[in-house]
């Protein structure tokens, strides 16, 4: 069995190409909860639902968000009548985000998870990092901000100078898939707010300690692939960097992927991480995704 960390963007992309190469029975995905919260009267687990529309071949990925060739019917009608929605939500992913509010309310949030994986044809096992509410702050030039309120409304602008978040309990199942998986592979994902909160559950890291642990770098140069990973870690004083990536790692990471064009810090990392592997990680389309996941796979022992 294969375990992946996932966030919303990067790691989602390489689901797509793992679910090719890997069987997809094999395959375990924890995703961050970090950023969930309610919208208009709905529970919206944006990295959770990504991962979802991804294994069930649903993803919009050309946004890494909502439901391919969604129509936005409900969202405009509640433009105009004067209720407008910070997010925009397709009908499809509404229905979805519904149905999650509804089983949440009988079953908690890994069931209703689980239940939808199923309905949806997912063979894979998505586990919420929390079943608890848990909340992230950004703290900026501007003030103290929701998470959603500095993506979308300021357009990650403001300068960060902090983050913060709440400290939940793991899941039912997250530490027994890590100590029981081949391998964990660390996504793509942005190691500050989609990462770092699944590695600050308790008993998490102890885990990975005991467990094959491979990551793919969002860094390349001194910037991130996408979203705001490198302002992040900057307001951290993480340096923006593959190397700053594998340090925040360090503890229990065997093995780094990390973009051709990083190969000058190969010496670097080695000082952190007994393997780097270098090849390329611009996953612009299936193939791409399809050759990184196998060459992820083949560097398991």
């Not at 944006?46 to 529309?53: F, G, S």
């Not at 999650?100 to 994986?117: F, H, N, R």
Request: one cysteine or more; aromatic letters at 4%.
């Amino acid at each position: 069995m294969i375990t992946v960390l996932s966030g919303g963007t990067g790691t989602p992309k390489l689901l797509q190409g793992l679910k090719e190469i890997v069987d997809p029975n094999d395959l375990t995905i924890i995703v961050n909860t970090l950023e969930n919260d309610y919208f208009s009267g709905v529970y919206v687990s944006a990295d959770i639902d990504t991962v979802l529309y991804t294994m069930s071949d649903m993803i919009n990925d050309e946004l890494w968000y909502g439901v391919k060739g969604d129509t936005f019917i409900t969202h405009e009608r509640l433009d105009e009548i004067g209720c407008p929605e910070l997010l925009r939500i397709g009908d499809i992913d509404r229905a979805t985000k519904i149905q999650k509010t509804q089983l949440m309310e009988e079953y908690g949030l890994s069931k209703a998870v689980e239940i939808q994986a199923e309905k949806m044809g997912i063979p894979s096992k998505i586990i919420p990092m929390s079943d608890e509410n848990s909340d992230i702050k950004i703290i900026t030039d501007i003030g103290e901000l929701e998470f959603h309120d500095f993506l979308i409304k300021h357009q990650s602008q403001p300068e960060v100078l902090d983050i913060k978040f709440s400290d939940v309990s793991p899941a039912s199942g997250i530490i027994n898939s890590i100590e029981n998986s081949q391998a964990v592979i660390i996504g793509p994902s942005n190691p500050i707010t989609s990462i770092s909160p699944i590695l600050s559950l308790d008993g998490v890291k102890d885990a990975l300690r005991d467990t094959y642990v491979v990551a793919v770098s969002p860094i390349i140069g001194s910037d991130s692939v996408s979203g705001p990973a490198s302002k992040f870690m900057k307001a951290l004083n993480i340096d923006v960097s593959s190397v700053g990536v594998a340090s925040l790692y360090e503890d229990f990471l065997d093995n780094i992927v990390i973009d051709n064009k990083d190969a000058d810090k190969k010496q670097q990392l080695n000082q952190i991480v007994n393997k780097v592997t270098i090849t390329n990680t611009i996953m612009n389309n299936l193939d791409a995704k399809k050759n990184l996941a196998q060459i992820i796979i083949d560097s398991i022992p």
